[in-house]
């Protein structure tokens, strides 16, 4: 947008300036081409007069040795009955010598050409008749109009006012966009953290209302999700005491098969309410944000998987870093580590820096052998309860809110989250996130 503001401006600035040159340019050329006739005319009155107060033996002469200056004076019979000047030159030829003179044009009638002096160019030829009857026949030259000298300064002078008229439009369109950057950069970082401070309001009205839009809206969803997760963790730490009150009582439970499947029941129950508040807490982002190293976390979460009896293989480039919530991270990659063991039996952890384009980009892929995901259903499944069986055994079905969870960290932090059936079998999860460079 900013390219487009500066675009426009010095395009506007450059075509108003030459409209204006151009317009001035036509201006100055019809104030000359008036004096001109002005002047030509100033002429021929001169001539004439002078000639009219000549003895007629001695106009001759005085044809021959006076300056004629762009003028040809021959003497002509006029033609009977063009008797009316019909042109706007001869009309003031007429004006400029009073009704003692006759003068008619006789450009149309006689069809004569130019002199070779005209350069094929337009010339106006006037009959005019002096106060003895004699008749003239005066050839007025079209002026000749050479080119303005080529100032030597001119192309720097015409650089220069390039030069200043992009800087103006630069300066403009960088005052006017500096705003809207700015606001769309906190718009950006209150997507990644809701609980940043406000935008200072500042600026012209239209900015200003929207900053304040842009507070109110971020107080609102920090209300929301404040009430979303503490009413949630109300009821996960409400319903903990009474699960543990019957896992206790179902220990006096006589029936062995059916105290089994309740403390199974129980257990299944337990699991929904810890992952309802992984949930809650996903969407949280009141954890600071620190500088992690991604090869040591992943490292960590592999090894911890890998005490606990899973199958998980790790490989990874180090050095490389993102800015984000550690704890949350953890929460995240150990769902997907979870879900590839679970429902793929093993699990393959790639750690890779982005290359060319994406290489401000971290990559991290959770592979595993399982059967794959419908392709109908690779977006569904990071929906919030959704799950592919029916079941909600804690072995088969889950809860569906593994990789929901997953899903909101990773937008928190501004990354992004896909799924992918690998050619062989099995199912790839591509982490990308935003890397950090010291």
């Not at 992009?166 to 990644?192: D, F």
């Not at 900053?211 to 971020?218: D, K, S």
């Not at 206790?248 to 929904?272: P, Y």
């Not at 959704?386 to 079941?391: A, H």
Request: aromatic letters at 4%.
């Amino acid at each position: 947008m900013w390219g487009r503001v500066f675009s426009l401006l010095l395009l506007g600035v450059v075509l108003s300036a030459g409209l204006t040159g151009w317009l001035a340019f036509g201006e100055r050329e019809k104030t000359l081409t008036q004096f001109r006739e002005n002047h030509a005319i100033d002429r021929i009155e001169q001539l004439v007069r002078a000639l009219d107060v000549l003895p007629a033996d001695n106009r001759a002469q005085f044809l021959a040795t006076a300056p004629k200056l762009g003028l040809e004076v021959t003497p002509l019979p006029l033609v009977a009955g063009n008797s009316n000047a019909h042109s706007d030159y001869a009309r003031a030829v007429s004006q400029r010598l009073g009704k003692r003179f006759r003068v008619v044009s006789l450009s149309d009638n006689d069809h004569m050409l130019c002199p070779p002096s005209a350069e094929g160019k337009n010339c106006e030829v006037l009959g005019i008749s002096l106060h003895d009857g004699t008749n003239l026949r005066m050839t007025v030259l079209p002026p000749r109009s050479p080119l303005p000298p080529f100032r030597q300064d001119f192309m720097q002078i015409l650089m220069l006012l390039l030069v200043c008229i992009g800087v103006l439009a630069y300066l403009i369109a960088k005052m006017t966009m500096r705003p809207l950057q700015h606001l769309a950069q906190s718009a950006a970082e209150l997507g990644l953290d809701i609980n940043r401070p406000p935008v200072k309001e500042q600026g012209s009205i239209e900015i200003r209302q929207a900053t304040h839009a842009l507070n109110a809206m971020q107080a609102r969803i920090r209300q929301h999700i404040s009430q979303r997760t503490n009413m949630l963790a109300a009821i996960t730490h409400d319903l903990q005491t009474p699960v543990t009150r019957l896992r206790l009582r179902l220990e006096k439970v006589q029936d062995t098969e059916l105290r089994e499947k309740l403390i199974g029941d129980l257990s299944a129950m337990q699991m929904m309410i810890r992952e309802g508040l992984d949930l809650a807490r996903s969407m949280d982002s009141s954890e600071p944000v620190v500088q992690v190293d991604l090869e040591s976390l992943l490292h960590s979460i592999c090894e911890d998987a890998h005490d606990a009896g899973q199958t998980v293989r790790f490989e990874g480039q180090s050095g490389l870093q993102v800015m984000g919530r550690p704890q949350a991270l953890r929460r995240c990659l150990t769902n997907l580590v979870d879900n590839a063991v679970k429902y793929g039996q093993s699990a393959f952890v790639r750690l890779k820096a982005g290359e060319q384009a994406e290489a401000h980009l971290v990559h991290i892929y959770v592979r595993d052998q399982g059967p794959g995901i419908p392709t109908e259903y690779l977006q569904q499944v990071l929906e919030p309860f959704f799950r592919l069986e029916s079941s909600r055994s804690r072995d088969s079905g889950g809860t569906g809110l593994g990789l929901t969870i997953a899903q909101n960290i990773t937008q928190q932090h501004g990354g992004q989250l896909r799924l992918k059936n690998l050619e062989g079998g099995g199912l790839e999860v591509r982490l990308t996130l935003p890397r950090h460079t010291v």
